[in-house]
C-alpha cells in the first residue's frame, strides 16, 4: 500500500504541474498575439526605413556621416537580447551560444563588450572569458521588457550611438531572435554600426537623392530615427519570440504531463488490482486453513 501511496503522490504532483503549464501556455498565447501584431505591423516599416538609410548613407561622405564612418575594429559591442525569465525552450541558450561562437570566430583577438538587454544575457555573461558588461553605456537595460515603447527603447539607441560617436566603440552588432511563427525563431547577427552601405553594387538600383530642406537636417533626424527604429523591430522581434517559444516549450511540457500522468495512472491501476488479488488470495486461503 506504500507503493499505492507514493504513486498517488506522484500523480497528484504531475497533475498541479500540468495545471501550471497548462495556464502557462494559455498566457503566453494570448501575450503572443499582441507581440505577433506589433512586430508584423512594424516590419515593412523598418525594412523599408533600412533600405533608404542604406541608400542614403551611400550618397554621403563618411564625413558628413558620423555613424557611416568605418574604424579598424579594436572595440566591439554587442548588443544581446534575451529575456528576463525561463521556461521558453531553447530561446536564450540560443543567444548565448550564437554571441559565444562569434567571439571565437569574428572578434577573436577583439575587446568585446555586452550589452545585456535582458536578465538571462546578465546571468551568463559571468561565465564568459574575454568579454564584459557594460553598464557604463546604459544602466539595467533589462528593464526594457517591463514597458517595451519606442520611447524607451531610444533611450537604449541613443546610448549606443554616442558611444560609437565618441569612439568608444569601433563596431555595434545586435544578437537576437527574429520572429517567424509561434516554433520558429530565426537567429540574427546584425550589423548597427557603422552604417552598412546596400548589398548590391549596382549602380541603377541607388535611388538619387534630392534632399528637402537639406542635406545637413536631413543626416541630423532621419538617420539616428532610422537606427532607433532599427533597434526598436530588434526588441519587437526578441519579444514576440519570447513568448513564441514560450507558448511551444509549455504546450510540449503540458503534452509530456499528460503522457505521464496516464502512464502513472496505468500503473497504480495494476499496482491496485495486484493488491487486491493479493488480498482475495489471502481471505482464501485463511478460509481453507479454518476449514481444514
Given at each position: 500500500?506504500?507503493?499505492?501511496?507514493?504513486?498517488?503522490?506522484?500523480?497528484?504532483?504531475?497533475?498541479?504541474?500540468?495545471?501550471?503549464?497548462?495556464?502557462?501556455?494559455?498566457?503566453?498565447?494570448?501575450?503572443?498575439?499582441?507581440?505577433?501584431?506589433?512586430?508584423?505591423?512594424?516590419?515593412?516599416?523598418?525594412?523599408?526605413?533600412?533600405?533608404?538609410?542604406?541608400?542614403?548613407?551611400?550618397?554621403?561622405?563618411?564625413?558628413?556621416?558620423?555613424?557611416?564612418?568605418?574604424?579598424?575594429?579594436?572595440?566591439?559591442?554587442?548588443?544581446?537580447?534575451?529575456?528576463?525569465?525561463?521556461?521558453?525552450?531553447?530561446?536564450?541558450?540560443?543567444?548565448?551560444?550564437?554571441?559565444?561562437?562569434?567571439?571565437?570566430?569574428?572578434?577573436?583577438?577583439?575587446?568585446?563588450?555586452?550589452?545585456?538587454?535582458?536578465?538571462?544575457?546578465?546571468?551568463?555573461?559571468?561565465?564568459?572569458?574575454?568579454?564584459?558588461?557594460?553598464?557604463?553605456?546604459?544602466?539595467?537595460?533589462?528593464?526594457?521588457?517591463?514597458?517595451?515603447?519606442?520611447?524607451?527603447?531610444?533611450?537604449?539607441?541613443?546610448?549606443?550611438?554616442?558611444?560609437?560617436?565618441?569612439?568608444?566603440?569601433?563596431?555595434?552588432?545586435?544578437?537576437?531572435?527574429?520572429?517567424?511563427?509561434?516554433?520558429?525563431?530565426?537567429?540574427?547577427?546584425?550589423?548597427?554600426?557603422?552604417?552598412?552601405?546596400?548589398?548590391?553594387?549596382?549602380d541603377a538600383s541607388v535611388t538619387d537623392y534630392i534632399f528637402d530642406p537639406s542635406k545637413e537636417e536631413i543626416?541630423?533626424?532621419?538617420?539616428?530615427?532610422?537606427?532607433?527604429?532599427?533597434?526598436?523591430?530588434?526588441?519587437?522581434?526578441?519579444?514576440a519570440s519570447e513568448h513564441g517559444a514560450r507558448m511551444t516549450a509549455m504546450h510540449q511540457a503540458t503534452d509530456?504531463?499528460?503522457?505521464?500522468?496516464?502512464?502513472?495512472?496505468?500503473?497504480?491501476?495494476?499496482?491496485?488490482?495486484?493488491?487486491?488479488?493479493?488480498?482475495?488470495?489471502?481471505?482464501?486461503?485463511?478460509?481453507?486453513?479454518?476449514?481444514?
Amino acid at each position: 500500500m506504500a507503493n499505492l501511496k507514493e504513486i498517488r503522490n506522484r500523480i497528484t504532483s504531475v497533475n498541479s504541474t500540468m495545471q501550471i503549464t497548462s495556464a502557462m501556455k494559455m498566457v503566453s498565447a494570448a501575450k503572443l498575439k499582441r507581440a505577433q501584431d506589433a512586430i508584423t505591423q512594424m516590419r515593412p516599416y523598418a525594412e523599408k526605413l533600412q533600405e533608404i538609410l542604406s541608400n542614403l548613407s551611400s550618397s554621403l561622405d563618411t564625413s558628413e556621416n558620423k555613424y557611416a564612418q568605418e574604424r579598424q575594429v579594436k572595440n566591439v559591442l554587442i548588443i544581446g537580447i534575451t529575456s528576463n525569465r525561463g521556461l521558453c525552450g531553447g530561446f536564450n541558450n540560443n543567444i548565448i551560444k550564437k554571441i559565444k561562437t562569434i567571439l571565437s570566430s569574428e572578434y577573436k583577438g577583439c575587446n568585446v563588450s555586452i550589452l545585456t538587454v535582458g536578465k538571462k544575457m546578465k546571468d551568463a555573461i559571468k561565465y564568459m572569458e574575454n568579454v564584459k558588461s557594460d553598464d557604463s553605456i546604459y544602466a539595467h537595460p533589462e528593464e526594457i521588457w517591463n514597458d517595451l515603447t519606442f520611447a524607451n527603447s531610444c533611450k537604449i539607441a541613443e546610448a549606443v550611438m554616442n558611444a560609437y560617436t565618441e569612439g568608444k566603440y569601433d563596431k555595434v552588432v545586435l544578437v537576437y531572435n527574429s520572429f517567424k511563427n509561434a516554433a520558429v525563431q530565426i537567429i540574427k547577427n546584425e550589423q548597427f554600426l557603422p552604417i552598412l552601405p546596400p548589398e548590391t553594387s549596382n549602380d541603377a538600383s541607388v535611388t538619387d537623392y534630392i534632399f528637402d530642406p537639406s542635406k545637413e537636417e536631413i543626416v541630423k533626424d532621419l538617420i539616428p530615427n532610422s537606427l532607433k527604429v532599427q533597434l526598436y523591430k530588434a526588441l519587437l522581434d526578441s519579444h514576440a519570440s519570447e513568448h513564441g517559444a514560450r507558448m511551444t516549450a509549455m504546450h510540449q511540457a503540458t503534452d509530456n504531463a499528460t503522457e505521464l500522468r496516464n502512464s502513472l495512472q496505468l500503473t497504480y491501476n495494476k499496482a491496485r488490482q495486484a493488491a487486491i488479488t493479493n488480498e482475495i488470495l489471502e481471505i482464501v486461503g485463511g478460509a481453507e486453513a479454518l476449514n481444514n
